[in-house]
């Protein structure tokens, strides 16, 4: 009996301690993101005990729910990529977070967290062409500009058996090559492509790429006479070597 009765104040006395030390402790500073909240995912992993994709969607209802009221209010919510990577850290099978977390980010967002949403999006769905290209208009035109990972990405499409796939996204992966070629390089790439009979239906789509190759980007002026040497080189009306003397001349100095 004795020994009961010392248990049982021993009990009182730490949750007395406890009390008090609360009671003294000076409060938390307020933490300046909601990310900062979530559990690390091994230690998610340990509380769902096996349920991890009850506990991915739970995490990812939370995360849309908060979206939902920023929304409504008027708030700011940039955390939603960091819920998508820890439902998908729990659940790398959960699709919707990774369509959402593609589809809402800015492809000039500064932060990039959706970094490693996407790519674990890409290597779960390899087949999937519009979660590739929410990753290669990321890696394109975020703070990163990586050009070379965003074809690498959609280069895979160009030769997919999948009758489904846009034919501007089968030849979006050379977009993103020619910006990491020098000029002439480049401008051979696009006199080449510009004469592929594949390439006959979609040849004035062109114009811009060649605009941005010869560092003209929105200099209309230059729009007609490029047109017309890329409707030419698609008749092969005009030999290479020629078309590339005219278009080389009008680089940017």
Do not use: C
């Amino acid at each position: 009996m004795k020994n009961r009765i010392g248990y049982i104040l021993s009990i009182l006395l730490a949750v007395a301690l406890v009390a008090v030390a609360f009671h003294f402790a000076k409060p938390l500073p307020k933490l300046p993101q909601k990310e900062e909240f979530l559990p690390k995912a091994n230690y998610a992993k340990a509380i769902a005990m096996g349920h991890n994709v009850t506990a991915a969607g739970l995490f990812w209802i939370g995360g849309v729910i908060d979206l939902g009221e920023s929304y409504l209010y008027g708030n700011t919510y940039a955390w939603l990529s960091h819920v998508g990577n820890l439902a998908t850290e729990l659940d790398s099978l959960f699709y919707t977070p990774y369509n959402v977390v593609g589809t809402i980010t800015s492809n000039d967002e500064p932060d990039t967290t959706d970094f490693i949403v996407m790519r674990r999006a890409n290597r779960v769905y390899p087949n999937d062409w519009r979660l590739a290209i929410y990753l290669a208009l990321r890696l394109a035109n975020g703070p990163t500009h990586n050009y070379a990972e965003a074809a690498k990405v959609m280069l895979p499409f160009s030769t997919s058996p999948d009758t489904t796939i846009p034919r501007h996204i089968r030849t979006i992966y050379r977009n993103f090559e020619l910006n990491t070629m020098q000029t002439e390089i480049a401008l051979e790439m696009l006199i080449n492509d510009a004469m592929n009979p594949a390439y006959k239906d979609i040849i004035r789509g062109f114009t811009p790429k060649t605009l941005r190759v010869l560092h003209r980007t929105g200099d209309s002026t230059l729009v007609p006479q490029i047109d017309e040497i890329m409707q030419r080189l698609s008749t092969h009306s005009i030999p290479p070597n020629e078309a590339y003397s005219h278009l080389i001349q009008l680089k940017a100095p």
